[in-house]
C-alpha cells in the first residue's frame, strides 16, 4: 500500500497553545533553555539530561525545518519553543512516574489504541485472547519503536536507554511515534499504530470451527483418523501429547518428598532448601539473594546437593528413583538389549548371583543370608552395581554419539 507521513509530527492548535512570538533559536540554545526547564521542574538535572536535552532541540529544529506550515508562519522561533516544551513535559512526566510506573501507563495508552484493530472484526474472541493479541504486538512494536529512535537521532547503531531519564525519553518518543498520522491513498490520515495493528489483524489465520468431542474420540479405526481434517488431526495431535499421566506426576513428587526427608533427615536441611528453590525456577541470583549465599558457597552447595542425590538414588531409595525414570530391574535398568550385555558381561560370579537375586525380589536379609554377608554389605555391593550399570549406560550413549560426529 503507499502511503506517506503527514507534515512530521505535526501537532494541532487544539493539543498546543497558541505560539507566542519567540525568536528563532539555535541548538544550543535551545538545549541551554530544556535543561533549565528541567532544572527547574526537577530541581536537580538528572543524568543523561544534556544529551536528551540536545537531541530533543535537534528533533523540533528538523520538524520545523520540513513543515511547510511553520515555515510560512513567520514564527518559527515560537513554534521550536512550543514543540520543545511540549515534548519535554512529556519525557519529564514519564520520568516523575518512574521507570515501572511509566511502562505501565504507555503500554496501557497503547493498548486502548489498538484494542479494536488487532483482531479481525469478525473475530469473536475473548479479553483474554484479545489481550493475548495485545502483548504479542506491541513487543514487536516497541522494537520497531527503539530501530525509529535510533534511524532519528544521531546516536550509535546499537543505542539503548541505559538511565532513567533516556527511558522516559524513549518512552516518550514511542507514544509520539505511535501517534503519529500517516496519509492514505483515500486522502484520510490514520495514525502509525492503527495501522500496524491492522496488518497484524490481517496476518493472523482465519478461525475454524472443530467439534472437540470428535477430535479426541478414539474408533481404533486407521481409516477413520485418516478421513480427520488436517485442523483436526493438529488438534488431536496436541491434545494428545498435552495429556499427562497422573501416575507419573504422583510418582514424581514421591521422589521428590523421599529426597526432602532424606536430605533433612542427614543434616542437609540446607541442600533440600536449594532443592525446593529449584524445583521453582528461579535463577541462581535469586537462589543466592534468598539462602543467603555467595556465589563460591552456592558452588559448594551445589557439589553437595549432587553427591546426596546420586547416593539417595543407589541406596535404599534405588528402586523409587528408578521407578520413576523407568530404569526398573524389569526395564533392565534402563539400558538397551545390547547394553544390558555388555553389562553383565563386566560381572562376576558374586554381582551376577546378587543380580538374579534382585531380579527375584529377594529382601536384603535373603540375599545376604544366600551370599553369606551381612545385609549391610548387600547394600554397599548392590550400590556398586548400580553404578556400573549407570557408567556402562552413558559410556555407550557417549560412544554412539562420538561415532556419529565424525
Known sequence: ?????????????????????????????????????????????????????????????????????IQTSGEIGSWQFTLARHRLHKCLSYYQLGSKQGRVELHSNLSVMIYRHVAPSHAQLTFAARYNLIEDFLQDFYAESLKAF????????????????????????TEQYAKRRIQLPSRNSQQLIVLRAQSFARRQPSETALDIEQAVEF???????????????????????????????????????????????????????????????????????????????????????????????????????????GADLDQKLGMSSEQWEIFVAQLDSQQQQLLQLKQAHKNDQEIAKALKCTPKQVQKRWTGLLELAWKTRNSTVDQAISENEQ
Open 1 to 69: 500500500m503507499n502511503v506517506k507521513t503527514a507534515n512530521l509530527n505535526q501537532i494541532s492548535d487544539s493539543e498546543l497553545y497558541a505560539p507566542e512570538n519567540v525568536k528563532e533559536t539555535d541548538t544550543q540554545g535551545l538545549t541551554e533553555m530544556l535543561l533549565e526547564e528541567i532544572r527547574s521542574q526537577l530541581k536537580t538535572s538528572p543524568s543523561r539530561a544534556d544529551a536528551v536535552a540536545n537531541r530533543i532541540a535537534l528533533e523540533v529544529e528538523r520538524i520545523c525545518h520540513k513543515s511547510d506550515r
Open 150 to 173: 535510533r534511524r532519528e537521532n544521531e546516536v550509535d547503531a546499537n543505542y539503548s536507554p541505559r538511565t532513567q531519564f533516556e527511558l522516559a525519553e524513549y518512552m516518550a518518543f
Open 219 to 325: 474408533k481404533g479405526d486407521e481409516a477413520s483418523d485418516q478421513s480427520r481434517s488436517p485442523a483436526m488431526q493438529q488438534v488431536r495431535l496436541r491434545l494428545v501429547a498435552q495429556a499427562t499421566d497422573p501416575s507419573e506426576a504422583v510418582l514424581r513428587d514421591r521422589v521428590v518428598s523421599e529426597l526432602v526427608q532424606y536430605l533433612e533427615s542427614q543434616g542437609h536441611s540446607d541442600c533440600a532448601d536449594y532443592l525446593i528453590l529449584k524445583l521453582q525456577d528461579l535463577a541462581a541470583p535469586d537462589i543466592d539473594a534468598i539462602l543467603g549465599l555467595t556465589p563460591r558457597e552456592r558452588d559448594y552447595l551445589q557439589q553437595r546437593f549432587k553427591y546426596h542425590v546420586e547416593k539417595f538414588s543407589r541406596s535404599s531409595h534405588w528402586k523409587l528413583v528408578h521407578q520413576w525414570l
